[in-house]
């Protein structure tokens, strides 16, 4: 080894005439008192440093090295290189001022000279220093070099390094962000410096794809829980101080200003996963969900809400999809966790599945409701018995179902709807787990139900969706069927009657809210009505309990309120007829049953007479109340319950129920058409409808003819129902001869007694026309006219045909086949 060194270079042996009167400062250099035998460089280095250090850096001679640096940018290297070595020496002399001045001066050169294409070399020095101050234990040391990598981390470097790695730096400071020192005031500072640091690492690798990849599962491993670490103190003092807000202990100017770890943090957390891309977000989630078992921050779920939220909001909104389905895959790892733990996950699920329902549209929502409804099959599958936990734990499901589509328009609620429908196990499936998923399911089915907005019955109720759900209503279990009844009260109300119709009453509802039926919604009513209503009536007769009757009434008037109007009553009044005939005529039931479906009856006639404001109909049933206010108070409202009632009942009563031919009178005293309910059979138990299928007036005529004999077909036939063309004996009205608007308006202004009397003759033609013809003439009447203008075209053009045939031929040609003889469609036997 060297007794002496020098600390000349041959190569700058010019430089030594430039300051030749002084000193070298080194103790060990052979040059003495020479100092022109030092490079330019190194003196400058060494004039920044004052004599005593608590002067601080030299500005003068700071500014010199500067000038010099960028005049001379091919020293920078040397300058960072020598730099460092001094900070060392004065490192392990514990002359800790003299570090900050080397650490403030390289600061100011890196600041200065960034833009230089010789700066990778003089950043290789500077993270070395860096890395020395960090491996100290002095935390002053650590802080001021964590800030000095921070100030490094904001510039942008034109000139990209291949082979910079900061393992180092992710790793101390990981480990600063856990700093337990026993000064507060300390520990605060050193975690922020942590954090800060790791924010630089972050803005320096994840803009530049060259250098070492920060989202590798070993680094996330470390990022995240130091920022989970911090973050977790936070929430329970930003609660605390939401509190002390409240109370008025703590006011708003005391409050926030000072940055304090856990609001580093969370902004840290946010930009973190603001620059994750598709591939990376995974990197960040799976440490997050490792962090929170590990610490066992699933209960309560605050912190876990407060987390996700940051998430979803920071991160990419078309990779939102990611988190709700990373954390249903947690979710599945996890089906064998405590029903708390599921549940908070499942909660947590619930607050954040809404921000990415916007982003979710066809395939991957309906793979998000298959998730959540494939959960809730598990959850009732897994346990014999429901506890209050497992409980809890569906409905938290179901509400994030709810939340999820309440974000999507309301066709794709319907869509949902459909799906959900389509899940649920099928009647004839009667075991207890199956009736249990049934009503899990259909409880997820309603709370889609519930965010829906009905606008047309026709788009709430398509066929696909209504056939099964009215299979639903009959089902044997009261639980299913309420259900059921609860989701179609949840579409069939558009103004928000279902609380004001949910007791059973002959009285007015004083805040019923009304609008006139459409003319699509009318439509409906005639094409599916029967059906529903029919579906009601099976429901109303399968159980006895106020809930399930209740339930049934309050859809039932729910559906009198939404489309009763003069074109329907009449299907209306059916159905109120039919059900009254159940509790005729039904052997199978009670007389409570009884009794209470004859409440049921009598509430909707004074309903539908109220909302369609047929006064007529109203007296009728007013007379029919006061009757049994009189006679039978047991067959008025209130429902009667079968528990607290024992009592036996006189239902053979026939002159207070409801009369058929007089609610057509009503109609016929107000002007309406009475035909339908005068010739129509009221709804029965157990009949088969089917949804989608319209019945024609062929269909309609046989059934009547089923349960009436031919003379009262004939004699309530209406005209109207068919073509007045191709009746016998009768003709079209004539239009007025001349047609001026005089004309016109005379033929419009008829008085509607004539157009009445004019109708009631042409029914009497025709029913004298059938009752006295015989069959013979009504076969000539009724015969297609096209058929003779058919023949006489045939013959026209075998006239003109240029083959001679024999007359023979002709003959038989001219001779109609047997098989092609037309008969009338009534007249098949």
Known sequence: MALFTCCFEPV???EFLDTFVQKCTDPSCCCGCCSALRPRYKRLVDNIFPVNSEDGLVKSNMEKLTFYSLSSPDKLDRIGEYLYQKASKDINRKRYKFVEIAMEAMD???????????????????????QKLLEDSNPNLQILATNSFVKFANINEDTPSYHRRYDFFISKFSSMCHGNNDNIELRDS??????????????????????????????????????????????????VKKNMLASGDLTPVEDATVVTPPVLAEEVLRELVGRASFGHIRSVLKPLLTHLDRHELWVPNTFAIHTFRIVMISIQPQYSYTVVETLMQHLDNNFKSSPKTRTSLAVVLSKIIAIAAGESVGPSALD??????????????????????????????????????????????IEIMLFIMNTVPDLSKKSKGDQMLQNILLKSLLKVGTQYSTTSFEKAFPASFLQ???????????PTRIIVMQIFQSLLDRHQNEKVLSTVSIKPYAALSQETPSRSDIIFTH????????????????????????????????????????ETVQEFLLFILGIQQV??????????HKCCLHIIAIALLTLTARVTGINNLLEYAQKIIEDRKQEATYLLPPLLDSKKSNKSYNLNLPHLAIDKMALAECLQNAGMDFNRLQTGVPYALNQIDNPGHRHSWVESVSNHMTHRNSSADLTAYNADADSISSSPG????????????????RYLAEPPESVKREQQEKQKQIVRAFRESDFEDLMKRTEPKHDVIQNRLNDLFNSLSIDNKTPQNAANQNEKPIYETNFPELFYY
């Not at 100011?108 to 860096?130: D, G, I, K, P, W």
């Not at 803009?207 to 911090?230: C, G, R």
């Open 368 to 413: 998000i409701i298959n998730n959540l409804l494939t959960h809730l099959r598990t959850s009732v599958s897994t346990t014999t018995e429901i506890t209050p936990e497992e409980s809890q734990y569906q409905e938290a499901l179901i509400n994030a179902l709810g939340e999820f589509a309440n974000h999507h328009p309301d066709y794709q609620k």
């Open 190 to 239: 050193i975690r922020l410096a942590g954090i800060k640091g790791v924010q630089g690492v972050i803005r320096k690798t994840v803009s530049d794809d060259l250098v070492e990849n920060i989202w590798e599962k070993q680094h996330m491993e470390k990022i995240v829980p130091s920022l989970l670490f911090n973050m977790q103190f936070g929430v329970n003092v930003m609660f």
């Open 527 to 566: 094409k599916y009505g029967a059906n529903i209503m029919q579906a009601l009536i099976d429901s109303m007769a399968l159980s006895e309990k106020l809930d399930s009757l209740t339930s049934s009434y309050n859809t039932a008037a729910l559906l009198i309120v939404e489309m009763a109007c003069g």
């Open 468 to 478: 099964p759900l009215l299979k639903m209503a009959r089902a044997p279990h009261d």
């Open 108 to 130: 100011n050169l890196l600041q200065a000279c960034h833009a230089q294409t010789t700066l990778n070399l003089f950043v290789e020095s500077f993270l070395r220093m860096v």
């Open 12 to 14: 700058e042996f010019p």
């Open 730 to 745: 009768v003709s079209k009205k004539a239009l007025a001869p001349e047609y001026t608007v005089d004309a016109m308006k």
């Open 583 to 592: 509790a005729t005529t039904s052997d199978d039931l009670s007389n409570i």
